[in-house]
Every structure is written in C-alpha cells, then in structure tokens.
C-alpha cells in the first residue's frame, strides 16, 4: 500500500493478549511481502517475510497470513509483550523486480501492563 | 543478520548549509542501496535508488541536484542534502539487500535525523 501521509492507526492492547496488525497492498503484481517492526527514531527491523505462493508462514509468536485475492496481508503477534510496542509497517516487493519496498501506512501497536 | 549502519544519527544544521549522510554495508558488497525519507507519523518514501559506479536512480518529485547520491564503493553510499531547507529536515534511512538466495530481504540502517534550523 501507498503511504497517503495520514496519521498512524493505533492499536493497544493487553499485555499477553494477542494482536493482529492488518494491510492492504496496492500492486496485484508484488510477489513478495515483508513485515518491519520501528521503534522510535530507529530504522525498520525485519520480523518476517511470505512470498505469493504461500498464503501463510509462522515465526517465533509471529505469523503472517497473506490474501492475494483481496491483496490484504496481517501480522498476528501471539503473547505480547512491552517490547513489542512499536510501529508496524508492511512492505511490498517483486522478487525479480528492482528489490523497490513499498511501504504501507503503519500502524503504532501499544501494549497496556 | 546482515549490518547496514548509518552515520550520523542525529545532525543538526543550518539553512543554506550542506550535510553528508553515509551508508555503509558492514559484512557485505551491496551493489545496490536505498535511500528512504521518513517524516512525523508517516510511512518510509523511497526517495532514489544508489548504483554503484553509476548514476542513481531518482523517484518521481525528488530533486536530483538537491539530494546528491553517490555509490563510489561496493560498501558505502553517501546523500548530500544541498542547501538545506527547515522542510528538509527528516528521518532519512538507507536499506541494502545482501546477496544470495535471500536477497530480497532489505537491512536498514539506523537512520540520521536530519534538523534544518
């Protein structure tokens, strides 16, 4: 998805439950997709990436679930924890492409004690 | 996994004046690097593609002759703000993709904030 320079969706939630961060992408032909984690005045960090020919792939309390035929991608972050607090942004890529990411909008995820 | 480190962090400068920003790969030959501008609550615009040994490769709406980009290494890439403006002032990150059969998995570095007063 295309940045449109809006504020940041937010969402909190409790400390242990689980939160689902959700994205829409805006180039049918992407065929590879990144999740970032950013915390305040760092750069991105990987957590964890699917290419079009899985519709789902699990990390470590991660897992991403990609919907090409609605082009919707979401982060499912089980057990969370302070440190997950952060913004969360999607990126969209082609594998065989010029390796440009674009950015979705973001979302800033605060975890409540 | 791999390192992309940027230097400053933080620079601070005045309008009209001239600031370097460096990207250097750390543990590995990055023909390609990527330079991003971050403004308050927004998402990460890709501003220019760095070449190494040749030209990079602006996006639509940035200036060229204003955000200079040069890719003189297989580890380093520089962006010269020229002339900078307090509507300069940004978060700018570089990103690179190590090579091998992840190679579209991008490494940010820590990005400069860059002040114009």
């Known amino acids: 998805g295309e940045s449109v320079g809006l504020h940041l969706p937010t969402l909190s939630v409790q400390e242990g439950d689980n939160s689902i961060i959700n994205c829409a992408y805006s180039n049918s032909a992407s065929d590879y997709f990144i999740w970032y984690k950013q915390e305040s005045g760092k750069g991105p960090q990987f957590i964890i990436d699917i290419r079009s020919n899985m519709d789902k792939r699990q990390g470590q309390r991660v897992t991403v679930l990609l919907n090409k035929t609605v082009k919707h991608l979401s982060l499912q972050i089980a057990a969370t924890q302070p440190g997950d607090s952060a913004v969360y942004f999607c990126?969209?890529?082609?594998?065989?492409?010029?390796?440009?990411?674009?950015f979705g909008q973001g979302t800033r995820l605060t975890i409540n004690p | 996994g791999a390192v992309v480190s940027q230097h400053p962090s933080r620079v601070i400068c005045k309008s009209g004046t001239s600031v370097k920003i460096e990207c250097r790969s750390l543990d590995f030959q990055a023909t390609t690097m990527f330079w991003y501008r971050q403004f308050p609550k927004q998402s990460l615009m890709l501003m220019a593609t760095s070449n190494e040994g040749s030209k990079a490769t602006y996006e639509q709406g940035v200036e060229k002759d204003k955000f200079l980009i040069n890719h003189a290494s297989l580890t380093l890439s520089t962006l010269t703000v020229t002339s900078a403006h307090p509507e300069d002032s940004s978060f700018y990150i570089c990103s690179s993709h190590p090579p091998g059969p992840s190679g579209t998995e991008a490494f940010f570095g820590q990005g400069t904030r860059l002040t114009v007063v």
């Open positions: 990126a969209e890529n082609m594998v065989q492409g010029a390796q440009k990411l674009v």
